[in-house]
């Protein structure tokens, strides 16, 4: 079993930042992939992010090519997704995951085996 807590969520102003975090524990966390999806109010729950294990290789959806920065520190057992130069789309509750490879996080969508319980997202204009 895995359980993943997110924090870092917030109300920011168009153009700012934010770093959301996501504190694993169970399993060894060089055991598993990450990745950060998002859920607007009435749309499906969208990929946003992904990292390998030790970190080597990343994915990000193109509407945040640029923008977010998806990295891991595996001796805190916490990933982070970086947002700069926020948008009012951006605005979702944003959810942390993890599973076996990246592969599967950025292709399994809400069949991955683990996910945290969500944070608020809110870029107002």
């Known amino acids: 079993q895995v359980q993943l807590v997110e924090s870092g969520g917030g109300l920011v102003q168009a153009g700012g930042s934010l770093r959301l975090s996501c504190a694993a524990s169970?399993?060894?966390?060089?055991?598993?992939?990450m990745g950060w999806f998002r859920q607007a109010p009435g749309k499906e729950r969208d990929f946003v992010a992904g990292i390998s294990w030790y970190g080597r290789s990343t994915n990000y959806a193109d509407s945040v090519k640029g923008r977010f920065t998806i990295s891991r520190d595996n001796a805190k057992n916490t990933v982070y997704l970086q947002m700069n130069s926020l948008k009012p789309e951006d605005t979702a509750v944003y959810y942390c995951?993890?599973?076996?490879?990246?592969?599967?996080?950025?292709?399994?969508?809400?069949?991955?085996?683990?996910w945290g319980q969500g944070t608020q997202v809110t870029v107002s204009s």
């Open positions: 995951a993890a599973d076996g490879s990246l592969q599967t996080i950025v292709a399994a969508g809400l069949r991955i085996a683990y």
């Open positions: 169970g399993r060894p966390f060089s055991t598993y992939a």
